[in-house]
């Protein structure tokens, strides 16, 4: 695992923030937009979307706390957007 600064697993860090990103990009647009106009089966892909909130929200309170990136800048933003997206 890359750590940079303070033994923080920032790579880590950046690529879940990327999948929670994409992960909450799909529940609010793509889902209701395109994939439930043609099953109502995809609502089924609100379970495991769900089930990854606790986890997202661990990472939304460290950028918070500051520990999820060195820079406090990208912490702010990371921890602001996170925040707005939960």
Same mark, same amino acid.
């Given at each position: ?32 937009? !395109? ?5 109502? !089966? !995809? ?13 997202? !929200? ?29």
């Amino acid at each position: 695992m890359a750590t940079q600064g303070r033994g923080l697993p920032v790579g880590l860090n950046l690529a879940l923030a990327g999948l929670f990103f994409v992960l909450l990009l799909v529940l609010y647009f793509v889902l209701p937009r !395109w994939l439930l106009p043609h099953s109502s !089966w !995809w609502g089924l892909l609100i379970v495991p979307i769900a089930l990854a909130t606790t986890s997202y !929200w661990a990472l939304a309170h460290e950028a918070m706390h500051g520990t999820f990136h060195p820079s406090r800048r990208v912490n702010e933003a990371a921890g602001r957007v996170m925040a707005i997206l939960y």
